[in-house]
């Protein structure tokens, strides 16, 4: 099921990156390839290779924002929390938990978010540039996002760099400096994004691998389940099919440990 958050932080930060990304792959094409290498084949394999990597990035986004990202059911019917309300701690066995805001049972790790205003599976953390919490459901995508975009970076860069060493000179001055002003600021904004996604991609590959999510870090819990192998906790928020297929943006089935979000036995 599709969501979106109405949230204006996480909107405007949307419209920057999509702004940031047209623009990239316009000085990419209109004033990188085209000018210097039009008249080989190799210019036409930039344009394809880059724009994959745009359409990958996209794509990941795009699942990254539109997919629930773990969100804990609300039962239909309501239930008592009256002894909460009076002070008194109410518990379930295997971990489980009562949100005060939502008046409802959650699972082990599920967290509230004050902005989502549920709570979310194995939530990680709230994303502005995503409008959307990073949980259980979406942190594949969320990393296939940071991975691209890290990607299309460094590749910006180097075909900064190329098409200056092909042909450092254009026919006219006033297109020698159009060409320049566009060059360095893709430079600088392939910079500033590439460091910040390497820095955050840094960040969840430690949280996976250390089974520990950003929320879990802050309140000092410490490793979730110590005995999991690497492998495992990789197949559990990317999937258990082939490397390959941890790259692409598609459905993947998650690990749920035997506990099922729309069960509320008491």
Known sequence: MAVFRGDPCGIFCILITYSAVSYADYVVVRHLIIPTMSDSLIGAVNV??????????????LRAVLSDPGTV?????????????????????????????????????????????????????????????????????????????????????????ASWVIDPSTNSGSSRHTRMVHSIILVIESILFGMFVIAIGCDQMQAILGDETAVEHVKKQGSYRADLSKKALLAEVFGKGSMFCWLCPFQSQHSTDGLMSNDFAI
């Open 48 to 61: 394809v290779i880059f724009n994959v990597i745009i359409f990958l990035m996209v794509m990941s986004h």
């Open 73 to 161: 059911p609300i039962p239909k019917t309501s239930l008592d929390f009256s002894d909460l309300h009076t002070g008194r701690k109410m518990s379930k066995e295997n971990g489980w938990t009562v949100c005060m805001k939502c008046e409802t049972y959650r699972p082990p790790r599920a967290h509230h978010c004050r902005i989502c205003r549920r709570c979310i599976k194995r939530m990680d953390h709230h994303c502005p540039w995503i409008n959307n919490c990073v949980g259980e459901s979406n942190q594949k995508y969320f990393i296939q996002f940071l991975l691209y975009v890290g990607i299309a970076s460094i590749y910006s860069i180097c075909l900064v760099i």
